[in-house]
């Protein structure tokens, strides 16, 4: 049987079950106004130590099956020491259910850890995503990630090999239309993620336990969308055994080649 996906529905299709949010332009100008208040206000607390910067095209194909690449540069913002990062990731996701995506993906990427230390990393990535209220206008979810990575120390040549688990939950809300499947939409996100060790880290600088990140999209078409977050996240870095927290900006552009049919 063939699953419709429900990403994707009509304008016509929507009901909102939040009539005040959706009616009233002074509660969307507030609550936008509050959300860039409060990350103005942690960038300020916590700073800037990393930008990154992200795009992805992506391919939905027999209305349930998703092909994506993306390509990620990250760099720390202190000219004192250097870190900078590059990497691609192909990704193919199936739209099982209405509630439940299964995803595929696996994660290309050099890093420069230090001035004299580099790493180069392969990282299948094995994904099941959790929509609450698909087709919704407030639109929780869920991801329960399991990752293999195989890194290799370049100056040294020596293989390590870490395996994690990663739960990553996030709610996003449109702020100035009905649905977050309309254009020209501004949207509000909010997403967490903790990270589970299952053996040893890598020798890496930036090891991830857990991050906090909001952000805010403009959708101005279905084939292109515009977002921008804070991170905070805690990180331990394995050269040298200390803990850290930085605080990050990220850019996203997201580009959809072809647009699914009815």
């Known amino acids: 049987m063939k699953c419709t996906n429900q990403r994707y529905p009509s304008k016509s299709g929507f009901k909102s079950e939040f009539p005040i949010l959706c009616g009233c332009p002074l509660l969307h100008r507030t609550l936008t106004i509050a959300a860039f208040v409060f990350c103005f206000n942690a960038a300020s607390a916590q700073g800037i130590n990393q930008f990154w910067t992200d795009y992805s095209a992506d391919y939905p194909f027999a209305n349930k099956y998703l092909a994506e690449i993306e390509a990620s540069y990250q760099t720390l913002t202190s000219d004192k020491d250097k870190w900078r990062s590059y990497s691609i990731t192909p990704d193919f996701e199936v739209n099982i259910t209405p509630h439940l995506d299964l995803m595929g993906q696996t994660l290309l990427s050099y890093t420069d850890q230090t001035a004299t230390y580099s790493s180069f990393e392969v990282r299948p990535i094995f994904i099941a995503k959790y929509y609450f209220t698909p087709g919704k206008r407030i639109d929780p979810r869920l991801s329960i990630k399991y990752e293999h990575r195989m890194f290799h120390e370049l100056d040294?040549?020596?293989?390590?090999?870490?395996?994690?688990?990663?739960?990553?939950?996030?709610?996003?809300?449109?702020?100035?239309?009905?649905?977050?499947?309309?254009?020209?939409?501004?949207?509000?996100?909010?997403?967490g993620?903790?990270?589970?060790?299952?053996?040893?880290?890598?020798?890496?600088?930036?090891?991830?336990?857990?991050?906090?990140?909001?952000?805010?999209?403009?959708?101005?078409?279905?084939?292109?969308?515009?977002?921008?977050?804070?991170?905070i996240q805690t990180t331990h870095n394995q050269l040298d055994g200390t803990d850290a927290m930085e605080g990050i900006v990220r850019i996203r552009i997201k580009h959809f080649l072809r647009k699914l049919g009815p």
Do not use: Q
Request: glycine share 6%; aromatic share 20%; proline share 1%.
């Open 193 to 231: 993620e903790w990270f589970w060790l299952l053996d040893k880290n890598v020798k890496e600088r930036f090891v991830n336990i857990t991050f906090v990140r909001f952000g805010v999209g403009y959708r101005l078409s279905y084939n292109l969308r515009f977002e921008a977050f804070y991170l």
């Open 156 to 191: 040294i040549d020596n293989w390590l090999i870490s395996n994690r688990v990663r739960l990553h939950g996030e709610v996003i809300v449109p702020i100035n239309r009905e649905s977050i499947f309309t254009d020209k939409l501004w949207y509000g996100m909010v997403e």
